[in-house]
């Protein structure tokens, strides 16, 4: 039986549940082989790290486009042509092993090299749900988004992994038992773009009387509330700069490399990360009941930062594995958090706007960090070098954002 949270949503909050689950499951489902495809082709660290990069600059115009054009022009519609790009980037992955093609691929289709959200999706799903559920129930909802999120997401790992391990145990060749993953991510867009088109009316942005705010020249779909959301995406850019160093294709590269793991044991050791990753998140909404949502962002994540630069410390498999999962365990307390208060201090009509040039902030930031860390990755004495950098660069991060937005409280806060 669903928990009572759940149980509490309407037809079109559950349709938006289920297609948070067949993605991310398709984003875990590829990110844990991603690299491992890209060096079976014969890449080398440099070029991954590069491929990696432009995969999320390529993202970056799309998503921003579609996310600040979504209320205009239609959520279902956007979302459902986000779905397409999934099918279509993993079709062309599949295709063909030049460097060109799967550029081509990455720049202009869906591809999630860290098992997160990538594309429009998050941003029109943000902001529909915003509006389909009531704003005391908001940070509660998205704390169970992100749960179901992240155990699909951790199913993902843990299948492929395991089916590319069990295709090679049968006589496959790495490459075809990548392939076969690769295949079953194609497969996920079409599914998405059905359960999107199932969508009703009612999550299409409602109409607002205009005033003269808001008709006069609006940057990026955002008007009384552009001067928020730009901080916080400078800010945002900064915490995904740090973090693209650490993307779960990444991490699963340097477990194989410095450990020897193999696709089975990354797909364990994932699958019980973002199983930690889902429950840390739903604590969020009652640790952010009682210190706030701003305070649960900072300081859940500093620990957890600290925990980062401690894992290639750790002089045995185990231990890197457990403090990984320690920090995995505290570590997105701070996105549930982040969402909903994003949505709470923007106006209604500039919701879709404001996640999308948050989200967008993110991609940007997140996208210029894999070829640092590729080239950091090809050399053995630096190759640690990517959890440092991300973790120093995350606790900069929460300083920054306590010091500008502590005082800036969503409406139920100020209640």
Request: hydrophobic fraction near 55%; aromatic fraction near 10%.
């Amino acid at each position: 039986m669903l928990p009572s949270p759940l149980m509490q949503l309407d037809r079109d909050s559950r349709l938006l549940f289920v297609a948070r689950v067949a993605r991310m499951f398709g984003y875990g489902f590829l990110a844990i082989i991603l690299a491992l495809y890209l060096a079976a082709l014969g890449f080398d660290e440099a070029r991954i790290g590069l491929l990696l990069t432009l995969t999320l600059v390529g993202d970056t115009a799309i998503s921003l486009w579609m996310s600040t054009h979504a209320d205009r022009f239609g959520r279902r519609r956007m979302l459902a042509l986000g779905s397409l790009l999934v099918l279509g980037a993993g079709l062309l992955f599949i295709a063909s092993g030049q460097f060109i093609v799967l550029l081509l691929a990455a720049t202009i289709g869906v591809i999630s090299p860290s098992g997160y959200e990538v594309g429009p999706f998050l941003a029109i799903e943000q902001s529909a749900l915003s509006q389909l559920v009531r704003s005391e129930r908001r940070t509660g909802v998205f704390a169970w988004y992100n749960l179901v999120g992240s155990f699909a997401t951790a199913a993902g790992s843990l299948a492929g992994g395991g089916l590319a391990r069990l295709g090679q145990q049968w006589g496959m060749t790495s490459l075809a038992s990548y392939r076969v993953v690769l295949v079953g991510y194609a497969l996920i867009g079409l599914v998405l773009a059905w359960l999107f088109w199932r969508l009703s009316p009612a999550v299409e942005v409602r109409p607002v009387s205009p005033t003269p705010r808001i008709v006069s020249a609006p940057r990026l779909g955002l008007h009384r509330s552009s001067g928020v959301v730009l901080r916080l995406a400078g800010l945002f850019a900064v915490d995904a700069f740090a973090g693209g160093f650490v993307l779960q294709s990444i991490v699963a590269y340097w477990f194989h490399v410095r450990f020897g793991a193999d696709e089975a044991m990354l797909g364990m050791i994932f699958f019980g990360a973002n199983l930690l990753a889902g429950i840390s998140a739903l604590a969020a909404s009652a640790i952010a009941s009682r210190i706030g949502l701003v305070n649960t962002m900072v300081f859940t994540h500093l620990p957890s930062n600290v925990l980062l630069m401690l894992v290639p410390l750790m002089p045995t498999m185990p231990l890197a594995i457990l403090v990984l999962l320690l920090r995995f365990s505290i570590s997105q307390m701070d996105v549930p958090t982040r969402q909903s208060y994003t949505m709470a201090i923007v106006s209604p009509e500039e919701r879709s706007a404001a996640a999308g040039v948050t989200g967008t902030a993110r991609t940007v930031g997140a996208s210029l960090s894999p070829v640092c860390a590729g080239l950091l990755l090809s050399s053995p004495v630096l190759m640690s070098g990517p959890f440092f950098v991300a973790g120093g660069l995350k606790i900069v991060y929460d300083l920054l954002l306590l010091a500008a937005f502590r005082g800036v409280k969503p409406p139920e806060e100020r209640e």
